[in-house]
């Protein structure tokens, strides 16, 4: 029934190629009303980014995994937390520069990653040789956790600036969530370095096969 499916329904159409389409609204939405209305950007961002769960859920599920959805799903990532970290630059100009560097990371490694893929001819990009990338696509609770953690920081953050929360020793209630959730983002900056690195390695490594054919 899957696979019948499958055949007759356009790529347009797959389940989580829709579910995209609508995380992409959100995104838009939470973008309009950064300035304004945080409590309003927040949830349609935050949405749009639980949804990002389903729409995996639903490649599965339908067995409806795309190239389209793939790029769809990497693309609405990284522009949505870009559209965040913009928003934070202004908020927080004194540390513009390391918030930049988060979301330069973030995209570099991503699209080479994926580039990587491509040239490889590789019918996924969740899989590495790299052992940390490894686990960070094989083990969903991992990947879930720091994915979540990382989104939560950049919106506590967000937050924090409109509404603080209650403080306790002079540490608002929101500001001590920015702080714990702080650390995941770190380490997922971290494997942002190990994923540009080991892209650029593979890559590399393509060329110079390349190279070599040509020579023989």
């Known amino acids: 029934m899957v696979d019948s499916a499958l055949s007759s329904t356009p790529v347009w159409l797959f389940w989580p190629n829709i579910i995209g ?3 992409i609204v959100l995104a838009l939405i939470s973008m309009w009303y950064f300035p304004s209305a ?8 935050a949405l749009s980014a639980v949804l990002d769960a389903f729409d995996g859920w639903a490649a599965r599920t339908y067995n409806q995994s795309s190239r389209f959805g793939a790029m769809l799903d990497q693309l609405t990532d990284r522009c949505a937390l870009l559209s965040l970290v913009m928003t934070l630059c202004v908020l927080y100009p004194r540390w513009q520069f390391f918030l930049q560097l988060s979301a330069v990371l973030d995209i570099a490694s991503h699209w080479l990653h994926l580039h ?8 996924t990009h ?20 720091m994915c979540a953690g990382n ?4 919106l506590f953050l967000y937050i ?3 509404y603080p929360g209650p403080s306790l020793l002079g540490i608002s209630l929101m500001a001590f969530l920015t702080f714990l959730a702080f650390p995941i983002a770190a380490v997922k900056s971290a494997i ?12 590399v490594e393509i060329d110079e096969r390349s190279r070599n054919q040509r020579k023989q």
């Open 38 to 45: 945080p409590v309003t950007a927040m949830f349609c961002y």
């Open 126 to 145: 969740k899989q590495s040789s790299n052992p940390v990338l490894h686990l960070y696509y094989t083990s969903r609770p991992f990947l879930g956790f």
């Open 116 to 123: 990587a893929t491509d040239l490889s001819g590789k019918t």
């Open 160 to 162: 924090t600036h409109f």
């Open 21 to 23: 389409y609508a995380r």
């Open 192 to 203: 942002s370095v190990i994923h540009l690195g080991t892209a650029a390695a593979d890559v």
């Open 151 to 154: 989104e939560a920081f950049y």
